[in-house]
């Protein structure tokens, strides 16, 4: 089993919630409340009434639970391409077909360990009380919101959205691996064996971008479920009522609202995941090969 791919993707994944997370944070509330006219406005209002601190609300748990969400999907994928390649024999590289599902099957994986964590965080984000408009917030903080959730909704309520989640990091995720495999592999020159850093980069954030592209619609049907009811009177019964109501309401250009900033935020954030896997995995490889 590579080992090396989960302390790697641990790694790469917290120090990319520290690059996107204010983003992330306006694509959560531009997704959410009606009150934002766009990007440019929720990022004026954010700061004239919360202040800088209101791109991080939250931020702490998201950290902790990353870490451990992308050491599960980075440790998921390079395992999962190791299995099939041992099942086609030893020496066949892996197809892209391989590829695809391995990704598919990392995306899925990680999310009952990311949702409890995600749902807080949109809660949190969506939170734009604060001492200066001199209303009291709902919940004080990360521990305070986990707890009042699993008090007043059950341990199932830390599960909402857990569904769209899956179909959202599923398809992305395979989308997203298919992507980054696909540009280093015609980036690097034959006979290299490890792609150069401009290449790693510029791959990761096409594939951020590409996998967000594929994931957006359902992020949107995500955060609406994972805030359902928070303000008052529950909207939806499910997932598909959710996206029913979503379109007559609102056309399907909903599902594409937040598409730019995520797209924006995309690029970056995985231009750093990637570097930072790429390097940690690369030292702990050749560390475990070193004679003692």
């Not at 944070?25 to 009434?49: D, E, L, N, P, S």
């Not at 990392?106 to 964590?117: D, F, H």
């Not at 609102?250 to 970056?268: D, T, V």
């Amino acid at each position: 089993m590579h080992f090396a791919d989960f302390f790697a993707g641990s790694f790469g994944g917290a120090c990319g919630v520290a690059v996107g997370y204010p983003l992330d944070t306006v694509k959560v509330r531009i997704q959410t409340q009606k009150q934002f006219a766009g990007i440019w406005h929720c990022i004026v209002t954010t700061i004239k009434k919360e202040g800088v601190h209101g791109f991080f609300k939250g931020m702490a748990l998201p950290i902790t639970t990353i870490s451990m969400t992308s050491s599960v999907v980075f440790g998921t994928y390079r395992n999962c391409l190791q299995c099939l390649a041992q099942i086609r024999g030893i020496s066949a590289p892996n197809s892209k077909l391989d590829v695809f599902l391995s990704g598919l099957a990392a995306g899925v994986a990680q999310v009952s360990v990311m949702s409890p964590g995600d749902l807080v965080k949109v809660r949190l984000q969506c939170q734009t009380e604060s001492k200066r408009s001199g209303l009291k917030p709902r919940y004080s903080g990360p521990m305070h919101c986990l707890l009042s959730v699993a008090r007043d909704e059950g341990i199932s309520g830390l599960y909402r959205g857990a569904l769209p989640l899956a179909f959202r990091d599923g398809p992305s995720f395979a989308t997203y691996f298919l992507t980054y495999s696909t540009l280093c592999s015609l980036l690097t020159p034959a006979g290299q064996k490890e792609t150069e850093w401009t290449a790693v980069l510029l791959s990761g954030g096409l594939a951020g971008t590409a996998g967000w592209s594929v994931g957006t619609p359902m992020d949107v049907i995500k955060a609406r479920l994972q805030m359902d009811g928070v303000r008052g009177e529950r909207r939806y019964r499910g997932l598909v009522h959710c996206v029913t109501e979503t379109i007559r309401n609102e056309g399907p250009g909903i599902f594409f609202r937040s598409l730019g900033i995520n797209c924006l935020r995309a690029f970056p954030v995985n231009m750093v995941v990637f570097a930072v896997y790429e390097v940690s995995v690369r030292v702990l490889r050749s560390a475990s090969v070193e004679p003692l």
